[in-house]
Structure formats: structure tokens, C-alpha cells
């Protein structure tokens, strides 16, 4: 019996001991539905269907990341409960200023001594009592429990400045690895640039070994700096990928995404400020100063309400109710009062918290001064660093430039035979180090106006 097969072009081949004997029918059916089962393309539509896709592209500038990072950060989603939860509390301080309002039912069956005990003592029931009762209690005026409030409510305001100090913090922090991450990619530019420079130079210096007029010296000393940049771009390319990792980090999106960065590292104008002029704008527009008073103010009302506590407080009770031995006997009793309660005398209780208050006050009030100090740091710091690292990106440029033409002689040099490649090799170095630089340079300076556009409060603005 024939043994029918396929070929690589699914074609069925029949291959008969016998010439001239049929396969049966359902042979053929099968050896024909195998081989087209067996076609490279077949399914490959469905195949490809299942197959994980490739990962979306995000386009993303620095505005969009620290955008995101405020949207997404699970520590500024925590300072927002903070806010609801000052709410919370202010409105529980509120309670205690509406009147209060509550009610009883209560159902009993009791025995009653009657007599004396020295005559004939009796005792009398039992009898069923029942009774309904609605109380109603209003503070009227007490001056503790006014500023109490407006405690509560001035922790909201803090607790708001807090989150929005957070988010700022937020913002300047994804900022920074947003160039972090741009100095990493500009780093692998520059070695890409590197490596093909090498490429360039090894070339020169076989086809000058061909030529007779450099040695295997020379070649090989090409090769080894080749090979040196290929790892620096490996390192450069690494660090790249990890700066892009931190970057999604920072803004809490899916680590399945890849990033594209559309912003680039450059040197812009900035306008001239003097010290007075900045640090006007950062006491006017820095969240920190703003928080800190708000908090001296907390501490002022905690205190007041405190010692407030020695003034007299009037509050207003009633209730009224049904009372009787069977429901539908019941009888209508009420009950109107008016308390004014005098402080006198708790131990001294009261005066050990008034006395932690207004430690309390004090140390908000050396806190303040601590965060001028510290907004007058980092604006000071902010300046001096963008006025120096304008100089430095001058100074990088000029420094490549000439490193450039120091590498352009030195090929020409060893292309006529009059040095080997050492000088070569040493000019490349300057280059890298030339590039370096630069990039060291323009990450210094926007780094540093993004510094003083936080130290300014001004992040929005950037």
C-alpha cells in the first residue's frame, strides 16, 4: 500500500511500493487535512490574536508627568482622607454648640416599702410603671466650646495647606526625576555618538595597518577603546531604563507602559531677580509659610478655649414625657431648667493644660521662624546655583568645541603618520568627558529652576 507524505510546499506526494495502487478514500481525506494543518500559515491570523500586544507608548513633558504624579500619588490621596477627617472633626465641635436632643422608653414592675421599721412594716404591689421621655439639652453660651470650634475649623484649613504642600513636594519630586531621566537619555545619546566615533577610528587605523604605516599596536588600542565605549553605552542604557521605572513610579501608573519624553534639556532665558525680589515672592506665594501661621493660629484657639474654661457657662434643660401604671392611663409631666455652671476648683487640671497650650503656641512660633529660615535656603541656594550653572553649560560648550577640534587634529595627525593613536585615543577621552559635562550642566541648571520655582512656590508657573 502507497505512503502518501507532504512536501515543504504542503503539496501531498505519493509514494507507492507497488506502481499503479490506489490509496483508499479515507487516507487521502486524512493525508490531505494533515498536510494543511502542517502549513506554516495557517492559523496564523488566530495565533497572533492571542498573543500579548506590545506595550502601549506614553508621550509624556515634564508639566504631564508632575500632572500625574498629583492625580496618581498614594501619599497626596492620603493627606486628602487627612482633610476630610478635620472635617469630620470640626463638625463633631459644631454638635456640641446645636441642641441636643434624645429620648427613653422604659417599662417596670416594683415592689414599694411602706411603714416604718420599727412599727408594722408592709410592703405594697408589685405595681407596673411605664414611661416615655424626650430630653432636649442647648448650650446657651459657652465661650470654650466657641473656640473649640473655631480650633476645628482652622485644622481643616491646615490640614488642606498640608496636603497642598504635599502635592507641590510631589510635584517638584517627579520633576526631578522626570530630568533625571532626561539626563540618562542624553547620556546615551552621547555614548551612541562615542561608540561610532570608535567604529570611525578602528577603521582608520586597519586600513592604515593594510597600508604599512601603524602597527597591530595601534589597531588593537582601537579595538580595547571600542570596546570600552560598548560598555559605557550598556551602563548608559541601563541607567536609562532605570530612571524611566522611578519616573512611572513617582506618578503610580502600570509599569507595562513605555515612555517617550517629549521634553529635552536646554538652556533658556531666566529672568533676573535680585534676593529682595525673590524672596518677596516666596513669602507671598509659599505654601509652607502659609501652614505655619495657620498652625500658630490652631494653637492660639487651642489655648484660648482652654483657658476659657474658667468663664461661667449657661446651658438650657428639658424634657417631657408620659408616665403611669398602664399605657393608656399615662400622664403628661414636663420638666424646663436653666444651669449655669461656675468652675472652681478641678485640682489644677485646667491650669496643667493651659500651661501646654501655650508651650505648644511657643513652639509654633519658633517653627515659623524655622521655615523663613529654611524658604530663605532654598531661594538663596536656588539663585546661586542657576547663575553658576549657566556658567557651567557656557563653559561645557566651549569645552566641546575645542575638544572636537583637538580630536579632528589628532586624526589628521595619525592619518599622515606623523602620531600613533595614543594621542588619538586621548582626544576621544576629552570628548566624552567634553559631552559629559555639558549634559552634567544643563541637568544642573533645570534642576535649579525647577528648585527655585518650588522654593518660590511658583511650581504651576514652570
Known amino acids: 500500500m502507497g505512503i502518501p507524505h507532504c512536501a515543504n510546499n504542503g503539496q501531498v506526494i505519493h509514494r507507492s511500493r507497488q506502481s499503479g495502487r490506489r490509496l483508499g478514500a479515507r487516507t487521502w481525506v486524512l493525508t490531505v487535512l494533515f498536510c494543511v494543518l502542517a502549513q506554516p500559515g495557517f492559523g496564523a491570523t488566530d495565533e497572533r490574536s492571542i498573543l500579548p500586544t506590545e506595550a502601549p507608548v506614553l508621550k509624556l513633558s515634564l508639566r504631564e508627568a508632575m500632572d500625574a504624579a498629583v492625580n496618581e500619588n498614594p501619599t497626596v490621596r492620603l493627606f486628602q482622607e487627612r482633610i476630610r477627617q478635620a472635617q469630620d472633626v470640626a463638625n463633631t465641635q459644631l454638635g456640641e454648640l446645636l441642641p441636643n436632643l434624645s429620648g427613653t422608653v422604659s417599662g417596670a414592675r416594683r415592689r414599694f416599702f411602706t411603714g416604718s421599721f420599727g412599727g408594722s412594716p408592709t410592703v405594697v404591689g408589685p405595681k407596673d410603671f411605664y414611661e ?27 490640614a488642606g495647606l498640608d496636603a497642598e504642600v504635599t502635592k507641590r513636594d510631589t510635584m517638584a519630586t517627579t520633576g526631578l526625576i522626570y530630568l533625571e531621566a532626561l539626563r540618562a537619555q542624553a547620556a546615551v545619546v552621547a555614548r551612541t555618538a562615542d561608540v561610532v566615533l570608535n567604529k570611525e577610528l578602528l577603521r582608520l587605523a586597519t586600513e592604515r595597518k593594510a597600508a604599512g604605516m601603524a602597527t597591530s599596536l595601534d589597531v588593537t588600542r582601537a579595538k580595547v577603546q571600542l570596546e570600552n565605549e560598548k560598555q559605557r553605552f550598556l551602563v548608559a542604557e541601563n541607567q536609562r531604563d532605570r530612571a524611566k521605572l522611578n519616573l512611572i513610579r513617582s506618578m503610580g501608573l502600570s509599569f507595562d507602559v513605555r515612555l517617550e519624553l517629549t521634553d529635552e534639556m536646554k538652556l533658556v532665558h ?66 424646663v431648667q436653666v444651669l449655669m455652671r461656675v468652675p472652681i476648683f478641678d485640682g489644677g487640671q485646667r491650669e496643667g493644660r493651659i500651661s501646654e497650650s501655650r508651650s505648644k503656641v511657643r513652639q509654633e512660633t519658633i517653627r515659623t521662624q524655622d521655615v523663613q529660615y529654611q524658604v530663605t535656603l532654598e531661594v538663596r541656594d536656588a539663585l546661586l546655583t542657576i547663575h553658576s550653572a549657566k556658567q557651567q553649560v557656557a563653559v561645557a560648550e566651549e569645552g566641546l568645541k575645542l575638544a572636537l577640534t583637538e580630536l579632528e587634529l589628532s586624526r589628521e595627525r595619525f592619518a599622515v603618520g606623523v602620531a600613533t593613536n595614543i594621542e588619538v585615543t586621548d582626544s576621544q577621552t576629552r570628548v566624552a568627558q567634553a559631552r559629559d559635562n555639558l549634559i552634567e550642566g544643563l541637568f544642573t541648571f533645570n534642576a535649579s529652576r525647577l528648585s527655585l520655582a518650588r522654593a518660590q512656590g511658583q511650581l504651576d508657573k514652570l
Do not use: H, Y
Not at 439639652?137 to 475649623?153: E, P
Not at 434643660?317 to 398602664?326: A, K, R, S, Y
Open 132 to 158: 416615655a421621655r424626650a430630653f432636649l439639652t442647648q448650650n446657651i453660651f459657652s465661650l470654650s466650646l466657641i473656640q473649640k470650634w473655631k480650633a476645628a475649623k482652622a485644622g481643616v484649613d491646615v
Open 270 to 335: 531666566v529672568s533676573e531677580q535680585s534676593i529682595v525680589e525673590a524672596l518677596q515672592v516666596a513669602n507671598e506665594n509659599r505654601t509652607e509659610l502659609q501652614v505655619q501661621k495657620r498652625r500658630e493660629r490652631l494653637a492660639s484657639l487651642t489655648l484660648s478655649s482652654v483657658t476659657n474654661e474658667r468663664v461661667p457657662s449657661i446651658q438650657a434643660l428639658g424634657d417631657v414625657g408620659l408616665i403611669g401604671n398602664q399605657i393608656p392611663n399615662a400622664l403628661t409631666t414636663d420638666n
